[in-house]
């Protein structure tokens, strides 16, 4: 155990992964309710990671800003995008400190990005509605030398689902279906 991992169990499931693919073919959701104005719930849906299924029994909400028609009872969805990439980040450089044993005395990574609503409002079709650029910042102590944090940096990035997600583009599906009362 190191920086609260277990190690062994890390080895056991990496060795999993490479004799049976499918192990690591992880499956998650999350359903959203509308409750008034810019407010919604969001609660996770059961995840399956190969042929498990794993309960996720979590909620939380999401809101605006007043300055953005909310009521400023929770993160607006942004933070919570910036926040899920800085904890997969988070999480990579950890497992990966924590194979190259390395002690982490502390940990800290800062994400930061800029949107100009005048492209989500419509009132400006050379605006960008999305992120043109985050910012990372990654806070580190610990038993490691400057060498191995700046490549532990490198490979949590590039072992980031959310960080590849983004960074490469991810395809978005949709469809709706209009209940009639």
């Not at 800003?65 to 997969?88: D, K, T, V």
Request: charged share 20%.
């Amino acid at each position: 155990m190191r920086n609260s991992i277990p190690l062994s169990a890390l080895s056991e499931f990496t060795n999993e992964v490479k004799a049976l693919p499918e192990e690591g073919v992880v499956q998650y959701g999350v359903e959203l309710n509308w409750e008034s104005g810019t407010r919604s719930r969001a609660k996770a849906l059961p995840m399956a990671v190969g042929p498990h299924v794993v309960s996720r029994d979590f909620e939380w909400t999401i809101d605006e800003p007043r300055q953005l028609m909310g009521s400023n009872h929770a993160p607006n969805p942004q933070e919570y995008l910036l926040s899920g990439l800085g904890a997969c980040i988070l999480v990579g450089f950890t497992v990966g400190a924590s194979i190259m044993e390395i002690q982490l005395e502390s940990l800290k990574v800062t994400v930061q990005g800029e949107l100009n609503l005048a492209g989500f409002l419509g009132v400006d079709s050379c605006a960008s509605v999305g992120f043109k650029r985050i910012n990372y910042q990654i806070d580190v102590s610990g038993t490691g030398t400057d060498e191995q944090f700046e490549l532990l940096r490198k490979q949590a990035v590039a072992h980031s689902p959310n960080a590849m997600s983004m960074m490469n583009g991810v395809e978005v599906c949709g469809e709706l279906t209009v209940h009639k009362h």
